[in-house]
């Protein structure tokens, strides 16, 4: 019998196809890593949406799935329906979490779908050019922000704790950064461990950097992104309940 080689064997052996520096492989890494740890390869099906994170559509040997763009997080509740037993994970950018898959997103907590949707943050649309996203800062030069975001277009959204305001009370809403991989990788283990042991839904969105888009070398790109944790909040999301409601 041939040996079965590790989950994280590809993601840790072959080069990935995304830009130099770029977060979404520290966040893959990890994800293999657990995959291995927690034994669930072989009874996982990852979901990847349409952006940078179509990349990863070889990182892993499992089963995995690529949908339309903004579709991952319903394609995968379908799926999960179909196949109850199956841990699923949804893997997506700001841009199909925040502004085309918002709704499917805001549905699927409102249901406590047992799935758990992972969102990389990198606060622009990052494959087509380094357009303006949902998340961007105010200030924030970008291709269709040349000279800054404007104070009238809002300020980034928060979507850990916009879902929050509807997800379920066993649900798992959360922020990490990829400045710390261990402590990103434990967030992903509780996102899916919610999943496993609680039947319920989870959301972890994860602070990444993108140095081609956002035009810096190593040291700006993590000074941006303390930037963006200090908007950014890190750490578990709980639900605020409303003075009425908790009466």
Same mark, same amino acid.
């Given at each position: 019998?041939?040996?079965? +080689?590790?989950?994280?064997?590809?993601? $840790?052996?072959?080069?990935?196809?995304?830009?130099?520096?770029?977060?979404?492989?520290?966040?893959?890494?990890?994800?293999?890593?657990?995959?291995?740890?927690?034994?669930?390869?072989?009874?996982?099906?990852?979901?990847?949406?349409?952006?940078?994170?179509?990349?990863?559509?070889?990182?892993?040997?499992?089963?995995?799935?690529?949908? /339309? /763009?903004?579709?991952?997080?319903?394609? +995968?509740?379908?799926?999960?329906?179909?196949?109850?037993?199956?841990?699923?994970?949804?893997?997506?950018?700001?841009?199909?979490?925040?502004?085309?898959?918002?709704?499917?997103?805001? /549905?699927?907590?409102?249901?406590?779908?047992?799935?758990?949707?992972?969102?990389?943050?990198?606060?622009?649309?990052?494959?087509?050019?380094?357009? +303006? $996203?949902?998340?961007?800062?105010?200030?924030?030069?970008?291709?269709?922000?040349?000279?800054?975001?404007?104070?009238?277009?809002?300020?980034?959204?928060?979507?850990?704790?916009?879902?929050?305001?509807? =997800?379920?009370?066993?649900?798992?809403? =959360?922020?990490?950064?990829?400045?710390?991989?261990?402590?990103?990788?434990?967030?992903?283990?509780?996102?899916?461990?919610?999943? +496993?042991?609680?039947?319920?839904?989870?959301?972890?969105?994860?602070? $990444?950097?993108?140095?081609?888009?956002?035009?810096?070398?190593?040291?700006?790109?993590?000074?941006?992104?303390?930037?963006?944790?200090?908007?950014?909040?890190?750490?578990?999301?709980?639900?605020?309940?409303?003075?009425?409601?908790?009466?």
């Amino acid at each position: 019998m041939d040996k079965i +080689m590790p989950t994280s064997w590809r993601a $840790s052996s072959k080069p990935h196809l995304f830009c130099p520096g770029c977060g979404h492989a520290i966040v893959l890494k990890q994800l293999g890593f657990l995959f291995d740890e927690m034994n669930i390869s072989r009874n996982t099906t990852f979901g990847i949406d349409i952006g940078c994170s179509l990349l990863a559509w070889d990182f892993f040997d499992i089963d995995t799935v690529q949908t /339309h /763009h903004g579709r991952t997080t319903p394609t +995968m509740v379908g799926f999960k329906t179909a196949k109850p037993t199956r841990t699923v994970l949804a893997y997506m950018g700001d841009g199909a979490a925040y502004a085309i898959g918002l709704q499917s997103i805001i /549905h699927a907590a409102y249901r406590n779908d047992p799935v758990t949707v992972i969102t990389v943050n990198n606060e622009n649309y990052a494959m087509t050019g380094g357009q +303006m $996203s949902p998340e961007t800062l105010v200030g924030t030069l970008t291709t269709t922000t040349p000279s800054g975001k404007p104070d009238n277009l809002g300020p980034g959204l928060r979507g850990p704790e916009l879902i929050s305001q509807v =997800a379920s009370s066993n649900a798992y809403i =959360a922020r990490a950064s990829i400045s710390n991989p261990i402590q990103m990788k434990l967030a992903l283990k509780k996102a899916i461990e919610n999943q +496993m042991k609680n039947n319920a839904f989870s959301f972890l969105e994860i602070l $990444s950097i993108c140095p081609t888009n956002w035009k810096t070398n190593a040291k700006d790109s993590f000074a941006k992104l303390n930037e963006l944790e200090k908007y950014y909040s890190l750490g578990q999301i709980e639900r605020k309940t409303d003075e009425k409601e908790s009466k």
